[in-house]
């Protein structure tokens, strides 16, 4: 019998596999005689009424089942990978990567460049279609795919081509054209590296990108991250870039008469412009790339502002970590919170291991931390989810350094830790302080 990558995470309950004793650990063969290579394929081929599994069980033994149930009901069954078969790797060399620019000794994981439309359409990664094949695109077609995230960066070929470091990247709108015609939705990022696609590059590309505007959800425009180990010099996005950035956006936007493009939350943050209402970021649809995330913050805070207590039991310490990008916010916060009992701690994690350039929240490391804390007195600390690392919906409780939640607590066994699940909102901050 041929090994089998399809292997079970675990099992629903009351579901389809839970009555088959169908266990975690074991493999799926075949699914009505063929071997998926992915959940995609995995779910087309399980949508049927009669279905005939193949199992190994961990033991090695296998077992045939003859399924009758409901189109498309679920068998139940959760998979350790979305991907059956090999990831595809990522083809480019870019000259903004930040892979490239890492330190060696991290998880092995932070290493691994995938460019998988699979996983984008999975689980909202980003693409270059710089690898695609034809199966791919008689794939994306078969299975109705909607929505991809695109990496696009320019449309201009030459310049596409010199900014990833591969010729096969010159076409791509020729192959958004294609998503188009197939009624592929795309949601279409822009890193921002000055002297190379900025500008007038940058109104060039919304420009083209005017010819696929049916099927673009949206498009984030976030600044290059530059780190400490990136070995060549590279222009950074000051104040008078991002101003530029922004206004460049606005003018697309209001010609094609939708909000479609939008800056990452950086770009205001650097032009020490105002972050723009709610209606800017409509439904939010890049979140996950700094798109809105303060907005959201913001509002949420006003909102739980009224329902903070005035006075807690006993005089308490809380002490907000974050990094430099939300400092600030989080200081006018801390500015308009009165509570008798209180005292409210913003401290800004400069981030000494990737470099003082950058300056999210998810690529603060645990050493950080430590340093920043080790002198000081912290009762309860909250640090955001976004730090650590994410595998699926969850986190675990691991930095990028490799260091865990542990060693942050042993700095002072008395530190209560707090993780903030939800990021773009206060509404654990305020639970937090109306439990004392």
Not at 11 to 21: G, P, Y
Not at 109 to 122: A, E, N, Q
Not at 287 to 300: F, M
Not at 317 to 325: D, L, M, P, S, Y
Request: charged share 30%; net charge positive.
């Amino acid at each position: 019998m041929k090994n089998s990558n399809i292997i079970v995470e675990d099992i629903i309950k009351n579901s389809i596999a839970e009555d088959l004793k169908i266990q975690k650990g074991d493999k799926i063969i075949s699914v009505n005689n063929e071997v998926p290579k992915d959940i995609i394929e995995y779910s087309f081929l399980t949508n049927e009424e009669n279905i005939n599994l193949l199992v190994e069980h961990k033991n090695g033994i296998p077992e045939e089942y003859e399924i009758e149930k409901d189109f498309d009901e679920d068998l139940g069954i959760i998979f350790t990978s979305a991907v059956f078969d090999c990831v595809k790797k990522c083809q480019n060399h870019c000259i903004f990567c930040f892979v490239d620019q890492q330190p060696k000794g991290l998880r092995k994981s932070l290493y691994v460049k995938d460019d998988d439309w699979r996983l984008s359409y999975i689980q909202g990664t980003y693409i270059t279609l710089t690898n695609f094949k034809e199966e791919d695109w008689q794939r994306i077609e078969k299975y109705h795919i909607s929505p991809l995230f695109i990496s696009v960066h320019t449309t201009n070929p030459l310049l596409r081509e010199k900014m990833t470091r591969n010729p096969n990247a010159k076409n791509i709108m020729e192959q958004l054209k294609r998503l188009k015609k197939i009624h592929t939705k795309v949601h279409i990022q822009i890193v921002l590296c000055p002297g190379y696609n900025d500008g007038e590059e940058l109104r060039k590309t919304l420009d083209d990108l005017k010819q696929i505007k049916t099927i673009i959800k949206s498009i984030a425009i976030v600044p290059v991250g530059i780190s400490k180990y990136r070995k060549e010099q590279f222009k950074k996005v000051d104040k008078k870039i991002a101003l530029q950035t922004i206004k460049i956006i606005e003018e697309f936007n209001n010609s094609v008469k939708k909000q479609i493009a939008m800056a990452s939350d950086e770009f205001f943050i650097i032009a020490e412009h105002e972050i723009p209402n709610k209606k800017y970021y409509g439904d939010f649809l890049q979140i996950e790339d700094g798109v809105g995330a303060i907005r959201l913050l913001k509002d949420s805070f006003e909102k739980n502002l009224k329902k903070l207590k005035k006075k807690i039991k006993k005089p308490s310490k809380v002490t907000i970590a974050t990094a430099t990008t939300a400092y600030k916010i989080f200081i006018e916060f801390a500015k308009k919170i009165n509570i008798e009992n209180l005292e409210l701690e913003i401290l800004e994690i400069k981030n000494n291991f990737f470099g003082n350039d950058i300056n999210v929240a998810g690529l603060i490391v645990a050493k950080d931390i430590i340093d920043t804390i080790k002198n000081k007195k912290i009762e309860h600390l909250v640090i955001p989810s976004v730090m650590l690392k994410k595998t699926g919906e969850n986190y675990e409780e691991i930095f990028l350094d490799g260091l865990s939640t542990n060693d942050i607590k042993a700095v002072n066994k008395n530190i209560k830790l707090h993780i903030l699940k939800d990021c773009y909102s206060f509404d654990e901050i305020k639970n937090l302080i109306n439990s004392m």
